[in-house]
Structure formats: C-alpha cells, structure tokens
C-alpha cells in the first residue's frame, strides 16, 4: 500500500489566500507544538512578501515570528517561499538575496521553496540555490503551470530537467491559479515524473476553480507522492485543498497517509474560534468558473483591481479589463498570471481601457519587461508589432541602458544604517524601506499567545453575581483557582 506524504500550508499559503497574510504570530504559538506532532514532511510558516505585511500592519516581527515557532516544531522541516528576489516588484541584489539566506538559516529555516515567474532556471533563482546551498537548506524548486499555446508538456519536459541540473532536493508543480484540470493532470504529471532524474516530485494547487481535489486523486493514481494540503477553516476557497477531503478520498482509493488526521482536529478547532471571534472569512469549497481558465488573474490580484476600479467609480468596467487581460497577456508573448506579472499585466490593462487607446501609456515594469529586465525566457515572446511600439516610445529610451545595479553587502549597509545595524535588522530594513514602520513595530507590545475568551464561562460568573445573597465566589478546576468577592 502506498504512502502519501503532506505538506501543510495553513501559516503560509493558507491564510495568505484567505486572511490577506492576516495570521498573527500569537495565532500560531499555542498550536505549534501540536503541528508538530502530525508527521508532516514540511510546514510553510512565512513567505518573503510576508516580512512586509508583519511590520506595516501587525506590528510583529517576523524574524521573532520565525525563531518562536522553531522552538516548538522541532521535528518538522520549516519552510520558506519566495522567487528570486525578497521584494514582489524589484530585483534583489546578489549581496543581500547571500544574506537572506544565512539569515533564514540562522533563524530556523530549513527548506526554501524557490520559483521563477517564468520558470527559467537560468536567471536568478540559479544563484539562490547556491546561496542556500551553501547554508545548509534544503531547496524545493516550483515549477509554475499555466495555460497558453507556450505552456506544453514538451515545455515542462525541459524546464523540469532544467531544475534537475541544479542542486535542488526536490520539484513540485505550483499551480497557483488553480488551472489544472483532471485531464491535463494525466498528461503533465508522466512528464515531471519521467523527467525529474529520480528527485521526489510534490504537487501544489489552489481551490480557485473547484477542481484540486479531484487533480489531487489524479496525480496520486498516477505516481505523486507527496502533496501540499491546508487545515480548515484556512483550506478551500482560494486556498489549497482540505487534508480532511483528500485523506478520506485517497484512502477509499486503497492508499495509506502518513499523518495523525486525530491530531489534526484541535487545529481545525482553534482556527475556527479565531475565525469566529475576529470574523474572519472561512474557506469553502468554490463553484467552477471557467472564466478564470481564459483571464487566468489570481483571486488577489481581482479583488484589489475592483477596489481600484470602484474608487474611480469605474467598476462597470472590470469585465473591459479582464478582456484586455488576454490580449495583453498574448502580446507579451504568455507570461504566467504570477506575482509580479499578474499585477504588471492588470494594470496596462488597466490604464489601456480607461484611456480608450492600447500602450499610449506604458508602465515602467512593462516596458522594463520588454527590455530584458526580469529574463530573457520572459522578454523573448513579445510580439514584435507591440515590441516596435514600446522600444519608440520616450520613456523607453531613458530606461534602455539602465541595468539593475548591484551593490556590495557594505555598500547596502552604508545606505541603510552603518556598521551598528545587525544582519536582521539590515534586511527588514530593505524590506519595509520605511525606518518609521519599523520603529513602530518595535513599539508593539511582545508577541504574546492569542486568548480566546471563553464568553459562555464569562456570563456564567456574571450570572452568579447577579444573586444577592452570595457575598463571594469560589472556584477552584485542577491548577485554576478564582475567588471573587462582593
């Protein structure tokens, strides 16, 4: 009987696709320990773009964040997402992306998962595997699945022994937009498992279209191993799929699973409450949408494109936009509707709809894009009318001969703090760019366990308080003792 393995998303990808990134430290500490114990093959507890949304708005550092929850999962491998660079929308110089990952070693990390946008092995994420390498993580490399005449099997077939060639631990299929289909699945999955010279190949998908457990089922009849799950409430919706739903399925298949579901259910009950009392969204399963199969835009990224558009009272025009989403996406050759370019392709959609003319005004990022900036495998399908277009226009000429600069690690710390800065402090720095941001989260009180307050205990003493011929309460329960008095 074959065994599957699981990785759990629900303090990373979980709650980045349902809470906005929203879990607090103090939500995860009093269940860590209990995750532990689960039998796990690896937890994502924090992502790159994470680091900013912990200090802007939680008031938390992430770095403390990472190093109180190592204390408490000692057995199961941490993990850590980002793609070449550790801001969304700029390229990371080589010095700090060296740092970054000494730092997250440091602080208690053990897996990286990488990713390339446009699944080039050759650009950048080439050198994080050496940086992290050369600290002792594991490396996971996700390669990106999308849908477009580019995105073959024969394509996936080279970019998986791509990542074969580099000294990566494992290869697993990101499909962030939820696109695969059961019948895809059955062509896609033979060839990252006939092209993976031997390493294991994991599967991660997301619920946007409804069909991910069903691919799920699939890729493990087919020979997966090992796939990526989230606890409710933190699963379904945009999230990844329930390890409740695909345990109960896998095992009317005939396979075996190699975690404690049993252990599972006082997660599910703590997240629940906190979902409760902080009204917080609760994932549920999601109807099909073939839409999102033809626009391919992340839920996220849809969701911020009509808040922008109802501020310019423009929201009748969202289904203009997402029509120009395609077209766009096809001029610049298909890139995946991933972070960054999911965001850089909606908004020339964006601004081309609401001036009524297509590329009279371009982005920096897009024409930064055609230039080369993020990889030669993203610059090389522009369609050569659009390309004409852009390379003519005037801002293109000023950014033509600009190159992403590249300073040294002494250099980055001259700029952002001098000699007295540490090594953590350095990078959040980079991060958040905003010192002020940063002061006030060093203002924040401690991060402390989160206390659900038990309201049914609460208005049971105020009921007893309520009789008049009590002068004092006392209770007494195991290491809990209450007396209050009149």
Same mark, same amino acid.
Request: proline content about 5%.
């Given at each position: 009987?074959?065994?599957?393995?699981?990785?759990?998303?629900?303090?990373?990808?979980?709650?980045?696709?349902?809470? /906005?990134?929203?879990?607090?430290?103090?939500?995860?500490?009093?269940? /860590?320990?209990?995750?532990?114990?689960? $039998?796990?093959?690896?937890?994502?507890?924090?992502?790159?773009?994470?680091?900013?949304?912990?200090?802007?708005?939680?008031?938390?550092?992430?770095?403390?964040?990472?190093?109180?929850?190592?204390?408490?999962?000692?057995?199961?491998?941490?993990?850590?997402?980002?793609?070449?660079?550790?801001?969304?929308?700029? *390229?990371?110089?080589?010095?700090?992306?060296?740092?970054?990952?000494?730092?997250? &070693? /440091?602080?208690?990390?053990?897996?990286?998962?990488?990713?390339?946008?446009?699944?080039?092995?050759?650009?950048?994420?080439?050198?994080?595997?050496?940086?992290?390498?050369?600290?002792? %993580?594991?490396?996971?490399?996700?390669?990106?699945?999308?849908?477009?005449?580019?995105?073959?099997?024969?394509?996936?077939?080279?970019?998986?022994?791509? &990542?074969?060639?580099?000294?990566?631990?494992?290869?697993?299929?990101?499909?962030?937009?939820?696109?695969?289909?059961?019948?895809?699945?059955?062509?896609?999955?033979?060839?990252?498992?006939?092209?993976?010279?031997?390493?294991?190949? &994991?599967?991660?998908?997301?619920?946007?279209?409804?069909?991910?457990?069903?691919?799920?089922?699939?890729?493990?009849?087919?020979?997966?191993?090992?796939?990526?799950?989230?606890?409710?409430?933190? /699963?379904?919706?945009?999230?990844?799929?329930?390890?409740?739903?695909?345990?109960?399925?896998?095992?009317? %298949?005939?396979?075996?699973?190699?975690?404690?579901?049993?252990?599972?259910?006082?997660?599910?009950?703590?997240?629940?409450?906190?979902?409760?009392?902080?009204?917080?969204?609760?994932?549920?399963?999601?109807?099909?949408?073939?839409?999102?199969?033809?626009?391919?835009?992340?839920?996220?990224?849809?969701?911020?494109?009509?808040?922008?558009?109802?501020? %310019?009272?423009?929201?009748?025009?969202?289904?203009?936009?997402?029509?120009?989403?395609?077209?766009?996406?096809?001029?610049?050759?298909?890139?995946?509707?991933?972070?960054?370019?999911?965001?850089?392709?909606?908004?020339?959609?964006?601004?081309?709809?609401?001036?009524?003319?297509?590329?009279?005004?371009?982005?920096?990022?897009?024409?930064?894009?055609? %230039?080369?900036?993020?990889?030669?495998? &993203?610059?090389?399908?522009?369609?050569?009318?659009?390309?004409?277009?852009?390379?003519?226009?005037?801002?293109?000429?000023?950014?033509?001969?600009?190159?992403?600069?590249?300073?040294?690690?002494?250099?980055?710390?001259?700029? *952002? $703090?001098?000699?007295?800065?540490?090594?953590?402090?350095?990078?959040?720095?980079?991060?958040?760019?905003?010192?002020?941001?940063?002061?006030?989260?060093?203002?924040?009180?401690?991060?402390?366990?989160?206390?659900?307050?038990?309201?049914?205990?609460?208005?049971?003493?105020?009921?007893?308080?309520?009789?008049?011929?009590?002068?004092?309460?006392?209770?007494?329960?195991?290491?809990?003792?209450?007396?209050?008095?009149?």
């Amino acid at each position: 009987m074959r065994k599957i393995n699981f990785i759990d998303t629900t303090f990373r990808d979980g709650h980045q696709s349902l809470w /906005a990134e929203g879990m607090t430290t103090g939500m995860m500490l009093p269940v /860590a320990q209990q995750m532990d114990k689960i $039998g796990f093959k690896g937890m994502e507890v924090i992502a790159a773009s994470h680091f900013l949304k912990c200090v802007r708005e939680l008031r938390e550092d992430p770095w403390e964040r990472i190093r109180l929850l190592s204390k408490r999962i000692k057995k199961t491998p941490m993990i850590l997402m980002m793609h070449y660079s550790i801001a969304a929308f700029d *390229l990371t110089p080589l010095s700090i992306l060296k740092l970054w990952m000494e730092r997250i &070693a /440091a602080n208690g990390i053990k897996r990286v998962q990488l990713m390339d946008p446009s699944n080039d092995m050759n650009f950048r994420v080439n050198k994080c595997v050496k940086f992290a390498k050369e600290v002792g %993580l594991e490396v996971s490399m996700g390669m990106v699945f999308s849908i477009s005449p580019k995105h073959t099997d024969q394509h996936y077939a080279q970019k998986v022994q791509d &990542a074969t060639k580099l000294d990566v631990d494992m290869i697993y299929l990101k499909d962030s937009g939820g696109l695969l289909t059961p019948e895809r699945t059955k062509t896609i999955i033979p060839v990252f498992l006939q092209n993976s010279a031997g390493k294991p190949v &994991a599967l991660h998908s997301h619920c946007t279209t409804g069909l991910a457990p069903l691919v799920y089922l699939e890729a493990i009849k087919l020979g997966i191993e090992t796939v990526y799950t989230a606890i409710p409430p933190l /699963a379904n919706g945009s999230s990844q799929p329930s390890c409740y739903n695909i345990i109960k399925n896998i095992r009317h %298949l005939g396979y075996d699973v190699s975690i404690n579901e049993e252990e599972v259910k006082p997660i599910t009950e703590h997240f629940l409450n906190i979902a409760k009392h902080e009204r917080l969204p609760v994932g549920k399963p999601l109807e099909y949408d073939a839409n999102q199969y033809i626009h391919q835009v992340p839920g996220g990224v849809i969701s911020n494109l009509k808040h922008q558009l109802s501020k %310019l009272r423009m929201e009748h025009k969202i289904e203009e936009v997402l029509e120009e989403v395609v077209r766009v996406r096809e001029d610049l050759g298909y890139p995946i509707m991933v972070t960054p370019f999911s965001q850089f392709i909606v908004t020339q959609a964006s601004i081309n709809v609401m001036l009524g003319e297509r590329y009279k005004q371009v982005i920096d990022e897009i024409i930064q894009y055609t %230039l080369g900036y993020w990889g030669t495998e &993203a610059s090389s399908g522009v369609d050569p009318n659009i390309k004409d277009k852009i390379m003519n226009l005037p801002r293109t000429k000023e950014l033509i001969n600009w190159t992403p600069p590249e300073p040294s690690l002494k250099e980055v710390r001259e700029q *952002l $703090g001098g000699s007295g800065v540490t090594d953590d402090e350095l990078l959040l720095r980079y991060i958040v760019r905003e010192e002020k941001d940063i002061n006030e989260m060093r203002k924040a009180p401690p991060i402390k366990e989160y206390q659900i307050m038990d309201h049914g205990f609460m208005n049971f003493i105020k009921g007893l308080l309520n009789y008049k011929n009590l002068d004092y309460i006392s209770l007494v329960k195991s290491d809990l003792s209450l007396y209050l008095k009149k």
